[in-house]
């Protein structure tokens, strides 16, 4: 067997399923199939020869939803009316200014 558990101090967190997550080192090279990966029952990352960006995509992958999720939704859509309000004013008033340019 090519692969090594590797045990962490701080544990990884469960992917979104709740299954507990393990670290393993393939040793074989990256080219051969190797790397490091973070994997659950269900789950796992790709091969990397980094650890840390093993266990990255693992956080990344599985984040946690957030509860707070609800009250940024409106918040994004406020953003979106907010950037978009500005431009469509600044179009406006370029129009106005060629307009009266022409007089
Ligand atoms: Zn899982």
Redesign the pocket.
Known sequence: MTQRHISHPEPLP??????S?RHIHDLRSIAAGGGHFVE????ATRKHADADTAIAEWKRV?RPPRAARKTEAPAEADNVVQLLMPLRDAGAAAAQRRAHGRR
């Open positions: 469960d992917c979104a399923a709740g299954h997550a659950c029952r269900c789950r599985n």
